[in-house]
């Protein structure tokens, strides 16, 4: 059974970091890129940051110097070192993997950003 596992997220303030982990297991996932996604109460799941299977890297022009996406094939997993946070990043983050008929996804991890 194929699974994505969230953790890292919390409360911080704002200009603070926290470092989110999205452990796969069931299935290899080097060969495939991975991405991270968010939602706010009230707005639709938008794409974050996404690393292909060789290491390159996209970002969302509102994380842009402050997201680092990463992957360690070895362990199966995805990270993100969210940095200078803002109270505008408030959200629920989900790691997501591209899967047959459907994507594979994360359960969810609540970040949540004081001012």
């Known amino acids: 059974q194929v699974q994505l596992v969230d953790s890292g997220g919390g409360l911080v303030q704002a200009g603070g970091s926290l470092r989110l982990s999205c452990a796969a297991s069931?299935?290899?996932?080097?060969?495939?890129?991975m991405g991270w996604y968010r939602q706010a109460p009230g707005k639709q799941r938008e794409l974050v940051a996404a690393?292909?299977?060789?290491?390159?890297?996209s970002y969302a022009d509102s994380v842009k110097g402050r997201f680092t996406i990463s992957r360690d094939d070895a362990k199966n997993t995805a990270y993100l070192q969210m940095n200078s946070l803002k109270p505008e990043d408030t959200a629920v983050y989900y790691c997501?993997?591209?899967?047959?008929?459907?994507?594979?996804w994360g359960q969810g991890t609540q970040v949540t950003v004081s001012s």
């Open positions: 690393i292909t299977s060789s290491g390159s890297t």
């Open positions: 997501t993997a591209p899967g047959s008929p459907r994507r594979y």
């Open positions: 069931g299935r290899d996932f080097s060969l495939s890129a």
